[in-house]
């Protein structure tokens, strides 16, 4: 088994991700051959990854933040490096992936009871991992203070006690109130897994690291665990793709660009990632609209994100009233892309008879396409390489959808997948609907894209500038982290 080391925070949400990645890059530009591994993920922002000696399949689901991750170890993304994710359908229910396959659906209580059971694939699926490897980078999931859940815990202390994997504790400075989240999680861990606990660090500083020092030495006398050191906010963090839907609630609209891309924050909002390349291009600017807000009158173009639950999110789009905003968007001459669920929504009718999302089995479309879907129980999960019909120029990206969608405007797809089409265009070329997630990262494509709407590109290479993020945050952490330690932790 390879040498391991797990990242755990006091909360969800302190940067346990970015830090993963960032000492995955920094291990690998040390000569390491580093993994990452992530016990149990919650998130509908997933990837496609390869299932070992499966090839009757097209891959399966991981974290969006597992495949970047990897990316930042220079391998390939395995359905091992998350073996449990946990896509939410509604407030209390979720899908259950299993080494990226469906398990099925469970409701919050009842999913507590089932991870007994799938310790086992957890464990098989470290076994797999670490295969190969020098060390392992564990990325733990909300907060082993969670002392009520501990007893069913295969995301935190339940696996480090496990595996016997060494912990650091990760705390976020920025939300206020990191003495006390570090200092009670000491006092409330019992015994057992406070001893896991090598040490912590601070994360998200902003200004004079120095003013902190009385900070450092009351945790210390409240804890007696080392400080691994103090990370400064990481600007670089921002040009990487985000897997949490948390972070949409801090985005801000930034200074006005040529181009205005307007995308409406569904409750079920999926791989919303999608949109990052447009954010990278210097005339965009991208604006997520919560609910409450009406869709920008100055948008040139909306974008619908997928989803994962369409026919919830659409009766939520509509209760909201951005169908009369994207009517009126409409008429004012404004474009229109629908990715995955988004595509769905633009249809005139989603059915779902066999009640796969829920107990609503059907709902009127927002009718800028002339298409209708209809849910069905297999799950399309697959890397692509395609074409784009309108601009004739390569695309990369990967499907995860339930649903086959018909109809006349289909006869105008936007994308050749695999020799199949792909998609529907509306009569003016202004609605675009595609099944393809990833299709803004294709540079080529995006560049014309843009054109069409009368904006230049800035002729960013995207790929390389996610390689250069995770070079910048890796060099951050080598600066202000004692790396040597942390890595000399692994057991």
Known sequence: MARAIMLQGTGSDVGKTVLVAGLCRAARNRGLKVRPFKP???????????IPGDNNHGGGEIGRAQWLQAIACGVAPSVHMNPVLLKPQTDVGAQVIVQGKV??????????????????AVLESWGKVGEGADLVIVEGAGS?????????????????????????????????????????THLILPEEDRRMIAGYLINKFRGDVSLFDDGLKAIGKFTGWRCFGVVPWLKAAARLPSEDS?????????EARALKVAVPMLGRIANFDDLDPLKAEPQ??????????????????????????????????RENGWDRDLAAHRKRGGHVVGICGGFQMLGRMVRDPDGIEGNVTEAVGLGLLDVE?????????????ARSVPFDL???????????TTGPDTRRPSAIINGAEDGAISADGKVIGTYMHGLFGADGFRGKFLESLGVRSGGIDYR???ERALDEVAAELETHLDCDAIFSLAR
């Open 284 to 317: 965009v600017e991208v604006v997520f609209v919560p609910p409450g807000k009406k869709l920008p009158v100055d948008a040139g173009l909306v974008v619908i994100p997928g989803s994962k639950s369409t026919i919830g999110d659409l009766l939520k789009f």
């Open 246 to 254: 948390v972070v949409l609630e801090r985005l801000a609209s930034g």
């Open 464 to 466: 390389a500038e996610v």
């Open 40 to 50: 149990q993920n919650m998130s509908n922002n997933a990837a496609v990854a390869d």
């Open 373 to 385: 879907t209809v849910m069905e129980p297999e799950k399309t999960v697959r890397n692509v390489s």
């Open 394 to 404: 390569p695309l990369e990206g990967y499907e995860i959808h339930l649903g086959r």
């Open 103 to 120: 398990f099925g659906e469970a409701r919050a209580r009842d999913y507590q009871a089932l991870k007994g059971r799938l310790l086992d």
């Open 144 to 184: 082993p203070a969670e002392i009520n859940l501990r007893s069913r815990d295969i995301a935190n202390m339940g696996f480090a006690t496990r595996a016997d994997v060494p912990v650091v504790l990760v705390g976020d400075i920025d939300r206020g109130g990191v003495i006390a989240s570090i200092a009670g």
